[in-house]
């Protein structure tokens, strides 16, 4: 996909950043400014947030989440401060030893300050590196949309994300990955609630202006003047109370986590003492639900070599797609606007406005990286990003890759019925498993033209 | 004992019951949405893949504006708007969501109906109607419910309950087609509504007096619109007041481009 907005603008970013190397290198290096947590710009244009609540939706995360250098954790959110101390902040180690500002040490060149996944290594990595502000992880033993528990959260540290760039750190002492984890949750919640915000902001009403005496200032027509209402908890209890319960509902869905945790049937798992004969017999089944039920092949190709669907994208990119193709159509508008001519007064007016609005969206796009399509993963190559264990892809199957076009076919939350059984989605597994060492000369039989003589 | 008791609870049950009815009176409000001006001519789907031979069998068209007769702007939602933590009074008539499902359907590669309306407690049914052609449905943009991308086979219906309301109607994708998309608006009360193919909607037995309306249509509310006498704000809100008894007819409302941010 080619998006002139951003092409142009790619070139003026790079433009720009020459243009900061020469001030920098022209005024020298002085002491730096302390990292700050950057808002989440996409989101307060596409929801419509006005300008005028930046600075206040940035000022009450301010209050509820700290800074980078110094974070902090609400009670309502069970976060760890020791871990979050150990891991914010610059990167240092004390004289015994104990090593601080791990986030900074590790993660941040990759997933930012902010943990938006906008570091400064982020452009050139494929795929980009997590943005955890929607709280959406792919690898994770639990229901699609259920937060990871923090086990999955530390086996993808441990590991690594295969495929990627993401390297284990299971050389770091356990403690280390345990504060990483929790900084990683601490990061999330603080997103989760940046977007929570802007629900709040959308649904304050304006207030009357009043007087010195708290009379309400009256226009000409003798109508109440009215004003914004500013985000401020402190000085308004109603907005602290919508704010607390909006946190107190998306902690529900982290604390939550470990009940929602999918346990496959005792009795349906396959023994390790199975037969050849009897795993190439499984294997054979799961082949062919993964042309036929299951449907696998749509997106996975015919020969599984993840040739199938390409033109979609994950959520985090289709969203900054979605933005994209959104200017574009803004522009387009505008110019047919302008191009049409005679305009009266209210249509003017309009078109003022959107030219303002389009600045502001261009504003944002120029930070934007380039979407990227969600490539279903070439099962014939043997790299399993969530973990080769029989279990890990048992998950994949039965709920699909959150925040991912990649469905689940177990059912979508406990007591619904699913697409396939569990006894069929551990033969899909044994299928998936067998596909890099299936002999070359056999995937030429699962050919679209062919594909009822495999069947 | 019990039995006396629960005898005399049933009787003041009932007793009581046409009182409440009585107690709180109800409206209605209408209107139609009509497009102002020349509507954008609708284009068909490009590159239609996979199962391009399946699709292609209905002309496939991109439905985000659709038009109807009369200029009618279909697929508009009006609903009412509640505060975080509001509810409303209900008629004794709505009270219970139907048991019913709301249903989804799968077919000829798009999704049928385009913009649904779901109760909280009310089973809302996803089906797929393409006889051996796989769809999912992907539903993540939710924000108060928890978010669901299933596989949708044919003949085993994929059925869900929502428990909590949304404040905007939320894109349902299907990946596989990317083309396809739907629109649902979960609510925890019975009081709103979809614009039909002439733009016509009705909400029925809202609680009489001033309430908050939101007119919402892809991709948000329809602002700077006049509605009767008052304007929507920039999210597509207008307060009016619904009375006793009446219907309130918004007549012929006109949407202008800037509305839909055309």
Redesign the interface.
Known sequence: MNYPTLNKLEAFTKLQGLCVLAVVLAAGCDTAEPPAFRLNMVEAVVRETPPEYSQEISDVLGAMFGTPDQPYALAETGLDQAKLDMAAGPAWSDKKGTNFGLYRKHCVHCHGVTGDGRGPTARFLNPYPRDYRPAVYKFKSTLNAARPTDADLHRVLMNGVPGTAMPSFSLLPGSEVEALVEYVKYLSIRGQMESALHMVVYELEEEEVVDENGEPRRDEAGEPLLQRTPLNPATYPEQREEILSYLEELMEGWNTANEQIIVPAEDQIPGDDRLPEEVLASAEAGRKLFYGKADCKKCHGPTALGDGQQTDYDNWNKVHHEFLVEIGRKSESIVKRVGDGELDKAAEQQLINDRVELARWQGVAATLYKPRNAIPRNLRQGIYRGGRRRIDIFHRVFTGIAGTPMPGSGPASPGAKGTLTEAQMWNLVDYVLSLPYEPPSQPLKALPVNVDEVL | MRHVLSLWMAVLVTSVMPLCAGAAEWGSLKGQLVFDGTPPESKSIQ?I??DTEFCSKNELVDETLVVGEERGLANAFVYLYL???KTVAVHPDLAEPSDKPVVLDNKGCRFHPRALLVRTGQPFEIRNSDMGV?H???L?TL??N????????NG?P???MFQKRE?FPAPAAC??H?WMKAFVLIRDNPYMAVSDARGNFEIKDIPAGPHEFIFWHD??GMR?MAVGKKETD??GRVKLDIAAGKTLDLGEIKVS??AL??
């Open positions: 590159n893949a996979p505060k975080k933590g796989g999912n449905t992907n993540q924000f108060s928890p978010p669901f991308n299933q596989m949708v086979v085993k994929e059925t869900r404040s990946n596989i990317t991709p948000a700077g920039r999210k481009a800037s941010r055309l």
